[in-house]
């Protein structure tokens, strides 16, 4: 898991997928934190990107660093906690702007069974499951 978020740190955009309905719907995403030894992300529970994961939860996100690329499906769940949240913001000060730890739209949510492949032209993917 430490390699994935080291390179999603990295790469400082991935691409989060969901499903609305039928549609695939992709979005850019920056945020990325280790918490309890899980991976989390963050986002706001007024945005569609939040509504579509509270009704299928499963995602993936891709993300690439110019010579290989990842890709990371999963399930996301959500985690109401303060301490979590505040982790998170610390982590990414600039968000403090829109979002606070006690508010009731921020939302961090962890990876659950997730797989993770980091691929390239020139090498085997590799797999990382957590």
């Known amino acids: 898991m430490q390699r994935v978020y080291d390179f999603l740190k990295k790469c400082g955009t991935y691409y989060l997928a969901t499903v609305d ?17 899980k991976l989390y992300i963050q986002t706001g529970k007024s945005k569609d990107v939040s509504k579509q994961i509270q009704n299928n939860a499963k995602v993936e996100l891709c993300a690439f660093d110019g010579e290989k690329w990842l890709r990371v499906a999963g399930t996301l769940v959500r985690d109401d906690r303060i301490e979590v949240k505040a982790h998170m913001l610390d982590a990414y000060p600039s968000l403090k702007s829109m979002y606070r730890a006690e508010d009731d739209n921020t939302e961090v949510l962890y990876f659950k069974d997730a797989t993770a492949v980091f691929s390239s032209f020139t090498t085997a993917p590799e797999t990382v499951t957590f």
Request: hydrophobic share 30%; no cysteine; glycine share 18%.
């Open 21 to 37: 309905g039928d549609q695939p719907r992709v979005r850019p995403f920056g945020t990325a934190d280790i918490f309890e030894g």
